[in-house]
């Protein structure tokens, strides 16, 4: 018996659906556990059982041939291919065993008091004195990982501007190549892409941080010289712009859920849980894609070999089968087993990295701010895989 | 959902695959995939006798649903290699500590394996990631008899040399280890004599060895409950067998978060105050397992009874 393949004529990349992509994710996950969409000859997965099924399985749905709609076997690359997102075992392993090390928990201990302190001074700065009406996204989303996590990488103060728009237009370029908010972003990519290139390089970074680690990494041999620069590439890339949305969402979701800054006040131990349930409720990182290298079934489905499949983390996410009121953002939530950050040999590396970003910061504002609330309409960014805010006007009261 | 089903694994198979050596293909009692691994990762197997042994994972990793194992018979060591060979049968089931990596593939451009006895497990492993790399390789693999090699079926290649030692005598390291090119890295495991000869002969950077030191173990892995104390709030939760040390202390009101669930992801890592762990994740290395200041508790435990963590 072969069952009927659910088929919706969705585009994950039209612009209203990039505004609003919660009904999107619904109909995908109603359709059944695998769809077809053949607005670009493509298949999707929303399901939660079915994202996590083929996240975890890297035998099955390769990342080598890109984790955006091109596929590397017949398309080519905007740019040479990432070491560890755009790779497989076993030239995955070196790469992500360095990393995985560089961006450990236990490395991260030794900046944790730092970066505690910093978040503090950013908060003094940002709330003088009393109450205040901001845009939290430039004054505190974006502040706060560019104030410290350049410096922890060891990158150079000159030319930090080219990282937003770098990994903007990287995770756009996950999207098709000849839609709007690719071609918006491609002219300026080469200057972009330069700066980050060169800083990439061993004499242009700190003595001490995240990017010596790496070259360090690689005079043990762990690394070759040629793997290393795109290493600290990844952390370019990956490491900016997802915190700053991270750290949004988490903000956005504090302000509009009633009572949630005041349970958060009072338990202040909840920031880990609170800034997780938001990676959970908002996937800063919305989707990418796999590619499979046999014929692989899913559901009752079978996808061919060779087809790009949208594994749709945010859909599975706000799965109301894995989830009890998934729509909710609730602070009574154990949010564990998201996939927000993704699952499997490629889950995000630097997940400690954002946590503690994000903890510095919450912890930083629970202690002046005893209330916070929505100051006029959020503005959302658009972006083909990333979920993010372009203004949050937030009223801080303390 | 049984956290035991996930640190415990069922022999699926068991094959004599030379003289004194038998493999063992192990899988999730409840057909899940079972935690990723890398070339040169072990697994600690917990015996029901109570004993702890590691073992270098030897199969094929593209298939997610089972590890396999080599196990060699010495009848000088503690007893763990003999239970394996006489008592353990299809369907029992034994315990499962990590996977981890102590001895990494890195990359280079030329390999140089070599490998005596039973120290071609982790090799075996390397050997298929240095085919799949493209990278010039060659396997050079020492044994007292051919009838004592297993894996020599697996290993039809011209560039491996089987090197019986009752045909060919001892493996002729000074040739083997001398005009080396500053790219080639040597990856050597195998009797200590064999790591001991080859650390003398091998200019040191190219080198990387494995030493199977069985680990002294002070207490056996409980398999009796014990106490987990919650710092913070003063709560005592008792954890027993069949529950994760994390899903004990969330039943106790701690919120902790955690991802993989299998200890390779790190997000549950835990600062311990006082106790002893049995750390039985792929994320800590020795220095920090010996330090004993935290505990990944999804899948780690105590040896002792009583555990303090900072929650």
């Not at chain 1, 004529?9 to 505004?19: G, K, Q």
Request: glycine letters at 8%.
């Amino acid at each position: 018996m072969t069952a009927v393949l659910p088929t919706l004529d969705l585009d994950p990349f039209d612009p209203e659906v990039l505004r609003d992509p919660l009904p999107a994710q619904a109909a995908l996950r109603d359709a059944g556990p695998l769809v077809r969409l053949p607005r670009y000859d493509t298949w999707a997965v929303a399901r939660y059982a079915e994202v996590h099924a083929a996240l975890s399985d890297w035998q099955s749905f390769e990342s080598a041939a890109g984790v955006g709609l091109t596929n590397f076997r017949t398309g080519t690359p905007w740019r040479p291919p990432s070491l560890l997102l755009e790779a497989d075992p076993p030239h995955h392993d070196a790469p992500r065993a360095v990393l995985a090390k560089v961006l450990g928990p236990r490395a991260l201990r030794r900046l944790r008091a730092d970066w505690l302190a910093d978040a503090e001074a950013l908060v003094e700065e940002v709330l003088p004195g009393g109450t205040v009406e901001l845009d939290a996204v430039p004054t505190l989303a974006a502040a706060f990982p560019l104030r410290v996590f350049p410096d922890a990488v060891g990158l150079a103060r000159k030319g930090r501007e080219h990282l937003l728009p770098y990994g903007d237009h990287a995770f756009n370029a996950f999207g098709p190549t000849d839609n709007p908010l690719v071609l918006a972003g491609n002219a300026a990519m080469p200057e972009h892409a330069g700066w980050v290139a060169q800083q990439c390089e061993r004499e242009n970074l700190a003595p001490v941080g995240f990017g010596a680690d790496i070259w360090a990494a690689a005079d043990r041999g762990e690394l070759t010289s040629a793997q290393a620069p795109l290493v600290v590439r990844s952390l370019l890339t990956a490491g900016v712009d997802t915190t700053v949305h991270g750290i949004g969402a988490v903000l956005h979701a504090l302000a509009v859920t009633p009572g949630a800054w005041q349970a958060l006040r009072e338990r202040p131990e909840l920031v880990r849980v609170a800034f997780d349930e938001a990676v959970r409720w908002e996937s800063p990182v919305q989707a990418f894609f796999r590619t499979t290298v046999r014929d692989v079934p899913v559901g009752d489905a079978v996808v061919p070999a060779g087809e790009k499949v949208l594994v749709f983390f945010a859909a599975a996410n706000r799965d109301p089968r894995r989830w009890a009121d998934p729509d909710a953002f609730d602070l009574s939530r154990d949010p564990s087993g998201h996939v927000g950050f993704g699952m499997g040999i490629h889950q995000c590396v630097g997940q400690h990295v954002a946590r503690l970003e994000a903890e510095s910061l919450l912890t930083a504002l629970l202690a002046r701010v005893t209330a916070l609330e929505l100051a006029g309409d959020p503005v959302r960014h658009l972006n083909n895989t990333l979920r993010s805010w372009e203004s949050l006007p937030l009223r801080l009261v303390c | 959902m049984t956290t035991a089903a996930r640190s415990t694994v069922r022999v699926a198979a068991k094959e004599r695959l030379a003289d004194g050596v038998v493999a063992l293909t192990l899988v999730d009692p409840d057909g899940a995939r079972l935690p990723d691994w890398t070339p040169g990762s072990h697994v600690d197997l917990v015996l029901p006798t109570g004993d702890t042994r590691q073992y270098s994972l030897c199969g094929d990793r593209w298939d997610a649903s089972a590890y396999r194992v080599a196990v060699l018979r010495e009848p000088a060591g503690r007893g763990g290699s003999a239970w394996v060979h006489e008592e353990l049968a299809v369907g029992d089931l034994v315990g499962l500590g990590g996977p981890r990596n102590q001895f990494r593939l890195v990359p280079a451009p030329r390999y140089l394996f070599l490998a005596g006895g039973i120290g071609i497990t982790p090799i075996l492993a390397m050997v298929d990631a240095a085919r799949r790399l493209g990278a010039d390789w060659r396997l050079v693999y020492g044994g007292r008899t051919r009838a004592s090699m297993a894996f020599l079926d697996e290993l039809d290649d011209e560039r491996v040399t089987v090197w019986p030692q009752d045909e060919r005598g001892l493996l002729p390291l000074a040739d083997l280890l001398t005009g080396l090119d500053d790219g080639t890295r040597v990856y050597c495991c195998g009797p200590a004599p064999l790591l001991d000869a080859v650390e003398a002969t091998c200019p040191p950077g190219l080198l990387r060895t494995e030493r199977f030191v069985a680990r002294e173990q002070g207490a056996p892995v409980r398999d009796e409950p014990f106490t987990v104390v919650l710092d913070r709030t003063g709560a005592e939760v008792v954890v027993t067998p069949e529950v994760s040390v994390l899903e004990a202390v969330r039943a106790a009101g701690a919120d902790v978060l955690s991802s993989c669930r299998q200890g390779t992801c790190g997000t549950c890592e835990t600062t311990v105050l006082a106790g002893d762990p049995d750390h039985r994740d792929s994320v800590l290395d020795e220095a920090e397992r010996a330090a004993g200041d935290c505990l990944l508790v999804c899948v780690s435990r105590s040896r002792g009874d009583r555990l303090v963590l900072d929650l």
